[in-house]
T-cell receptor, first 113, second 112 residues
Framework: NAGVTQTPKFQVLKTGQSMTLQCAQDMNHNSMYWYRQDPGMGLRLIYY???????DKGEVPNGYNVSRLNKREFSLRLESAAPSQTSVYFC????????????FGPGTRLTVT | QQQVKQSPQSLIVQKGGISIINCAYENTAFDYFPWYQQFPGKGPALLIAIRPDVSEKKEGRFTISFNKSAKQFSLHIMDSQPGDSATYFC???????????FGKGTLLTVNP
C-alpha cells in the first residue's frame, strides 16, 4: 500500500509555462483534495473532489484547474504559472464512508521564476 | 478571515518537558478537530483528533483538551522527545464535503 503518491517531487517553471501535478491514491478513498503550503500560512485548500466525477473550489482556486480522472487519480493543472504559485503542493484523500481523517501525499515543491 | 488561530508560532522545550499548543476557532459548526504532525520534507500526518462532544482524548503521550464553550482546543505532548521536533497543525472540519480549515502551524523544537 503506497497510500497517496504525488509526481513530480520537484519542479521549476518559467512564468507563463503550464504543468500538471499528478496525484494517485490506492486506499479506495472517495474524496481527494489539493492544498498549497506557504511559510507561515498553514495549508490552504485549492480544489477538492468529494467523489469521482465531481470537483469544487476551495479557498484559493484562482490560477488552477483540476481533473478527477477516476477514483484513484486527481490532477492539478497550472495553465500559466506565476511566481505567486511558488509553493509546496499537497494532495490528500479521505475515505468518505465515515472516515474523518485526511491522508496526505509527500508533496511537490514548485518554483516559478 | 482566519477561522482557526494557532499559537505559539514556535516553541522550544527541553527533553522530558510538556509541550502545549493552543488553537481557537470561530465557527460553531465545526464538528471535528484533528492535529497533524509534519516533519521537514514530508506531508502532514494525522496525529490525533477529537469530536466536540468529548472534553479530552489521550493517545500515548499526546492529549487533546477541548473546551467547547470557549471554542478552544489544545495539544499536550507529555515527556517531549527530540523525535517530536516537527511542525504541528491544528485543523477544524466544517461545512460541506468535510473540508478542513488549518491553523498556521507551530514549529516545535525539543532540545536533548
Amino acid at each position: 500500500n503506497a497510500g497517496v503518491t504525488q509526481t513530480p517531487k520537484f519542479q521549476v517553471l518559467k512564468t507563463g509555462q503550464s504543468m500538471t501535478l499528478q496525484c494517485a491514491q490506492d486506499m479506495n478513498h472517495n474524496s481527494m483534495y489539493w492544498y498549497r503550503q506557504d511559510p507561515g500560512m498553514g495549508l490552504r485548500l485549492i480544489y477538492y473532489s468529494a467523489s469521482e466525477g465531481t470537483t469544487d473550489k476551495g479557498e484559493v482556486p484562482n490560477g488552477y484547474n483540476v481533473s478527477r480522472l477516476n477514483k484513484r487519480e486527481f490532477s492539478l493543472r497550472l495553465e500559466s504559472a506565476a511566481p505567486s504559485q511558488t509553493s509546496v503542493y499537497f494532495c490528500a484523500s479521505r475515505s468518505g464512508t465515515g472516515g474523518l481523517g485526511q491522508y496526505f501525499g509527500p508533496g511537490t515543491r514548485l518554483t516559478v521564476t | 478571515q482566519q477561522q482557526v488561530k494557532q499559537s505559539p508560532q514556535s516553541l522550544i522545550v527541553q527533553k522530558g518537558g510538556i509541550s502545549i499548543i493552543n488553537c481557537a476557532y470561530e465557527n460553531t459548526a465545526f464538528d471535528y478537530f484533528p492535529w497533524y504532525q509534519q516533519f521537514p520534507g514530508k506531508g502532514p500526518a494525522l496525529l490525533i483528533a477529537i469530536r466536540p462532544d468529548v472534553s479530552e482524548k489521550k493517545e500515548g503521550r499526546f492529549t487533546i483538551s477541548f473546551n467547547k464553550s470557549a471554542k478552544q482546543f489544545s495539544l499536550h505532548i507529555m515527556d517531549s522527545q527530540p523525535g517530536d521536533s516537527a511542525t504541528y497543525f491544528c485543523a477544524a472540519r466544517g461545512g460541506s464535503n468535510y473540508k478542513l480549515t488549518f491553523g498556521k502551524g507551530t514549529l516545535l523544537t525539543v532540545n536533548p
